[in-house]
């Protein structure tokens, strides 16, 4: 148990759908960052949230990415037009209590693109 | 050239014995390190953090860090098979919220 649970657990959808992925926190904490992970690589950083105020957005997010967290505590990530590219393992994580820097992930969301 | 650098393995090694994890960084600006487990198909774990140079130990478990060498390490005593998994490092530059993580180790250690 980590403390927050993503659902879907898998998503396989074809090119061009819509998907939405959802992060739970199971405790409130202000802070809420978004990451995706592909193959053989580490996690990268996507965007992260102040409560409901979206504070900073990598260049990865294309214009077909949007997420929200519109009460501050659950938040949703939507890809549109869905490319094989996005395939991937999209990751919520939080920040570690007592701590303003370190961040624990959840078991995150693996999309597949066919 | 990447921001963290990490080997990617595999790394194997026989139980018991040490391992030794790698990774460096070019940035300056980075303070804060950490180190995660991934297991297949699983979330990153956090293993540890550390925010200054020197060693810091948690059981089995050191991470040492040397900002001059810009350089981080976490070595693992008496491995055990339960300890085949993916290690990545991670760093947060001063002032963003954002982590930066090395591509990972694979570990296995044989039984």
């Known amino acids: 148990d980590t403390g927050v649970s993503q659902d879907p657990r898998h998503k396989i959808t074809k090119r061009g759908q819509n998907v939405t992925f959802r992060c739970d926190p199971i405790?409130?904490?202000?802070?809420l960052y978004w990451y995706r992970q592909t193959l053989g690589q580490g996690p990268e950083f996507l965007t992260y949230?102040?409560?409901?105020?979206?504070?900073?957005k990598s260049r990865l997010l294309s214009d077909r990415f949007s997420a929200e967290r519109p009460k501050g505590s659950f938040s949703t990530l939507e890809i549109q037009r869905t490319e094989q590219g996005d395939s991937a393992m999209y990751l919520c994580a939080l920040p570690v209590a007592g701590s303003t820097d370190t961040q624990y992930f959840g078991p995150g969301t693996r999309l597949t693109v066919l | 050239q990447k921001e963290v650098e990490q080997d990617p393995g595999p790394l194997s090694v026989p139980e018991g014995a040490i391992v030794s994890l790698n990774c460096t960084y070019s940035n300056s600006a980075f303070q804060y390190f950490m180190w995660y487990r991934q297991y297949s198909r699983k979330g990153p774990e956090l293993l540890m953090y550390?925010?200054?140079?020197g060693n810091k130990e948690d059981g089995r478990f050191t991470a040492q860090v040397d900002k001059s060498s810009k350089y981080i390490s976490l070595f693992i005593r008496d491995s055990q098979p339960s300890d085949s998994a993916t290690y990545l490092c991670a760093i947060e530059p001063t002032g963003r919220r954002a982590l930066t993580f090395g591509s990972g180790t694979r570990l296995q250690v044989q039984p």
């Open positions: 550390t925010y200054s140079s």
């Open positions: 949230f102040q409560n409901e105020a979206q504070l900073e």
């Open positions: 405790s409130e904490h202000n802070r």
